[in-house]
């Protein structure tokens, strides 16, 4: 699909500061109603479903964990469900937070998901995060993508570990601890202050609240770099946590996009985008994948909108796309990948399949898919595993099962997937987005 030079700019802008301002998966979910409002949707809870109207878009927010969207047509045959995670490979603040040792203070932290170790030493980190406190007689809570200063997790001088680069298994309890500053002492108020000041600031003259008042953190370790584009034209954009932020973005911007003013009449289908949480550590909380949230909200919307049909009987004809990122095919390390299928940034979006079902997609799946994106002009590629070597899980067979439902998995193919920096290339992000447009509409 050929792109409008101003539009495709202005789109990769946009995202560009999508990514820079959901560091955590709290603020993706505060950027992405935002999105969802400008585009004219209402919010909503699951015990008004009853009383929606065909034709306009909504979307509930489940325990600050999941998002999902939806506009329906008057009698939808069938559902169009896109899906993806919100979380991102990252270390997470233990409590308490400061070890002491040789002169320094290093913030406590313990792994989330997996991630590529080297990566994180010697780069600006920061905290971003979610606290909550007691004011006026409550819990708050209090959101921020930066709480502070600067972290460095320093490397050893290569004089001292001479066999650093014939590679180094690193301990996170050990030799992954940020650096916050100089001193021997507890330094945990001095810690609590800092987020207590960051309340404060920015919270419309509240009261700065005291390290006391500090009830519970969900706190994690990011880079401090912004989303940046580099290569000969531009054509690469590098930034944290484009697993799984990049998909999300896609869904629900091609959603907010085919909605235009906020859903037409138009709408046949019922059409369904949902971001989760917790893929990165299995899926099986409250607002992950395994949640009793899709199930039950898919046949709310079935029975409002499509009373006639038995719900089993309306999924066997609809279609969810799992969209997590996938991998392309390394320039310097091409035997990771299948011989005969190499996939190539700016290519397209991947369909991912495994006979396995570490990836959800079936002959029908493949099929249904492979026409959506012909017939809209969106380019593709298909991705197999090398043999020899394991791919990574999706939230596809889990939705799969859970809702039975044909299900494919895709995603933009990535450098660097796990890293603390990854890389994509410009165009599939738009071509992803235009994707999911053509899907809903």
């Not at 990566?119 to 209090?142: H, N, P, Q």
């Not at 001193?183 to 108020?189: H, K, M, T, Y």
């Amino acid at each position: 699909m050929k792109q409008n030079k101003n539009k495709y700019k202005n789109e990769i802008k946009n995202f560009l500061n999508f990514l820079d301002a959901t560091p955590s998966t709290y603020l993706v979910i505060e950027e992405l109603r935002r999105m969802l409002d400008n585009a004219g949707a209402e919010e909503t809870d699951v015990s008004s479903i009853a009383d929606l109207i065909p034709g306009k878009l909504y979307y509930v927010c489940y325990q600050e964990n999941i998002l999902a969207a939806f506009v329906s047509g008057a009698k939808p045959q069938k559902a169009n469900i896109a899906a993806a995670h919100t979380d991102y490979p990252l270390f997470k603040i233990k409590a308490p937070t400061l070890r002491t040792g040789a002169g320094t203070l290093r913030i406590n932290v313990e792994l989330y998901g997996g991630t590529i170790f080297h990566t994180w030493m010697d780069r600006a980190l920061k905290v971003c995060g979610r606290v909550y406190y007691e004011s006026d007689g409550g819990i708050k809570s209090f959101d921020s993508a930066d709480f502070g200063p600067r972290f460095v997790i320093p490397n050893a001088s290569l004089h001292m570990n001479r066999g650093v680069n014939d590679g180094m298994k690193f301990s996170v309890q050990n030799q992954l601890l940020p650096v916050f500053g100089l001193g021997e002492d507890d330094a945990n108020e001095a810690f609590l202050n800092l987020l207590c000041s960051r309340i404060a600031k920015d919270s419309d003259g509240a009261a700065k609240p005291l390290p006391a008042d500090i009830k519970g953190l969900d706190l994690s370790v990011v880079t401090a770099e912004k989303a940046f584009l580099w290569g000969n034209s531009n054509e690469f954009i590098n930034s944290a946590g484009l697993d799984d932020r990049g998909m999300v973005y896609a869904i629900f911007s091609g959603l907010a996009h085919a909605c235009g003013d906020g859903g037409a009449s138009r709408f046949g289908d019922l059409n369904v985008a949902i971001a989760f949480n917790n893929e990165e550590c299995g899926s099986g909380t409250f607002g992950g994948a395994k949640s009793v949230f899709p199930e039950e909200l898919i046949k709310l919307l079935c029975a409002k909108f499509a009373p006639g049909l038995h719900y089993l009987d309306f999924l066997k004809s609809s279609l969810l796309i799992s969209a997590d990122m996938g991998h392309a095919t390394h320039p310097s390390f091409q035997e990771f990948a299948d011989p005969v299928s190499p996939i190539i940034p700016g290519k397209g979006i991947v369909l991912k399949t495994s006979w396995n079902q570490s990836y959800s997609t079936d002959a029908g799946a493949m099929a249904a898919f492979r026409s959506l994106c012909e017939r809209s002009g969106i380019p593709y590629q298909v991705f197999t595993n090398n043999s020899d070597r394991g791919g990574g899980g999706t939230i596809g067979p889990i939705l799969s099962s859970k809702l039975g439902i044909r299900t494919c998995d895709v995603g933009n193919p990535l450098y660097a997937m796990h890293s603390l920096r990854e890389s994509e290339a410009a165009a599939d992000q738009i071509t992803a987005a235009e994707l999911f447009e053509a899907f809903f509409a």
